[in-house]
T-cell receptor, first 111, second 116 residues
Framework: GENVEQHPSTLSVQEGDSAVIKCTYSDSASNYFPWYKQELGKGPQLIIDIRSNVGEKKDQRIAVTLNKTAKHFSLHITETQPEDSAVYFCAAARSGDKLVFGAGTILRVKS | GAGVSQTPSNKVTEKGKYVELRCDPISGHTALYWYRQSLGQGPEFLIYFQGTGAADDSGLPNDRFFAVRPEGSVSTLKIQRTERGDSAVYLC??????????????FGEGSRLTVL
C-alpha cells in the first residue's frame, strides 16, 4: 500500500520568511495530493491540493509542486504570518481511494 | 449544523469497557471516513463508507473495532474490550463522494478517547 514520508517534523521560521515542507510517496498510481492544516484541538482542514496532471498550483501565499518521476511533492508558504503556525499534513491517494497521511510538520512562525 | 459533528468530544473509560463514538456528517455527503490520530502522528485510516456499505475496512486494527452507518448518514464507531493502546483521537470526515476522483475531506474536531 501507499506510504507517505514527510519532513521536517518541526520547522521554525521568522515572520515574513518562506517555509517549505516536503513529502515523498511510494505508490506510483497515486494521483491526488492534498495538504491539510491542523490547529490545536481541531480537525485537519484542506488548504490546497494538486492532481497528477499538473506540476504546480498556487493559491495566494501557498503553492504546491509535484514531481511524479521522483514521487515527491512540496508545500511552499511565502510571507509567513503568526497565524500560519499549526501542524501541516501531506497526503496521497489513488482515484477514489482513501487518503494516506504523512506524520506531520509542526510549523512555528516567530514574530 | 454546517460541519461534521462528533460526540462525545472526550471519553475516559476503563480497560475492558465498550465504547461508542458517533459521527454526524455534512448533509448530502455520501462518503464517510474514520481515522485515528495518536499524539504527534498523522491521521491513520480505519474505515470508509460509501452510502451504507463499508467500501474499505482494511484499516481496522482487529475485530474489537467495528463501524456502522445504517441509514447512510450518521455513523458509529464501536470498540469492544478497550485497551490502553486504543487511546487516541478518533477523527471522522465526510466527502461529497468517493469515486473516480477523491475529493476534499471535511473533518470533525474528533473524539478523544482515553483508556485507563
Amino acid at each position: 500500500g501507499e506510504n507517505v514520508e514527510q519532513h521536517p517534523s518541526t520547522l521554525s521560521v521568522q515572520e515574513g520568511d518562506s517555509a517549505v515542507i516536503k513529502c515523498t510517496y511510494s505508490d506510483s498510481a497515486s494521483n491526488y495530493f492534498p495538504w491539510y492544516k491542523q490547529e490545536l484541538g481541531k480537525g485537519p482542514q484542506l488548504i490546497i491540493d494538486i492532481r497528477s496532471n499538473v506540476g504546480e498550483k498556487k493559491d495566494q501565499r501557498i503553492a504546491v509542486t509535484l514531481n511524479k518521476t521522483a514521487k515527491h511533492f512540496s508545500l511552499h508558504i511565502t510571507e509567513t504570518q503568526p497565524e500560519d503556525s499549526a501542524v501541516y499534513f501531506c497526503a496521497a491517494a489513488r482515484s477514489g481511494d482513501k487518503l494516506v497521511f504523512g506524520a506531520g510538520t509542526i510549523l512555528r512562525v516567530k514574530s | 449544523g454546517a460541519g461534521v459533528s462528533q460526540t462525545p468530544s472526550n471519553k475516559v473509560t476503563e480497560k475492558g469497557k465498550y465504547v461508542e463514538l458517533r459521527c454526524d456528517p455534512i448533509s448530502g455527503h455520501t462518503a464517510l471516513y474514520w481515522y485515528r490520530q495518536s499524539l504527534g502522528q498523522g491521521p491513520e485510516f480505519l474505515i470508509y463508507f460509501q452510502g451504507t456499505g463499508a467500501a474499505d475496512d482494511s484499516g481496522l486494527p482487529n475485530d474489537r473495532f467495528f463501524a456502522v452507518r445504517p441509514e447512510g448518514s450518521v455513523s458509529t464507531l464501536k470498540i469492544q474490550r478497550t485497551e490502553r493502546g486504543d487511546s487516541a483521537v478518533y477523527l471522522c470526515a465526510s466527502s461529497l463522494r468517493a469515486g473516480a476522483n477523491t475529493g476534499e475531506l471535511f473533518f470533525g474536531e474528533g473524539s478523544r478517547l482515553t483508556v485507563l
